[in-house]
């Protein structure tokens, strides 16, 4: 997922997608630590497009408070 993406989408869809995104981190850990998930990288990526979804959060209530 892109940040240009994401910054399209509205709070409530990023809060959503948030929170898909953390209940997604947490499953995979336990398939990794199982050992039964198939690629361990898709965790990294997830957590990247964590990242970038809180990031454009932040940015937004920086603006907000900022009255811009």
Same mark, same amino acid.
């Given at each position: 997922m892109k940040a240009r %993406? $994401?910054?399209?989408?509205?709070?409530e869809e990023l809060e959503s997608r948030e929170r898909d995104l953390t209940e997604e981190v947490f499953n $995979?850990?336990? &398939?990794? !630590? +199982?050992g039964i998930? %198939? /690629?361990p990288q898709i $965790? #990294? /990526?997830v957590r990247k497009d964590l990242a970038r979804i809180k990031t454009v959060r932040r940015h #937004? %209530? $920086?603006t !907000? +408070? &900022?009255g811009v």
């Open positions: %993406e $994401l910054r399209e989408m509205s709070d $995979l850990r336990f &398939q990794i !630590a +199982a998930a %198939e /690629n $965790l #990294r /990526n #937004r %209530e $920086l !907000a +408070a &900022q």
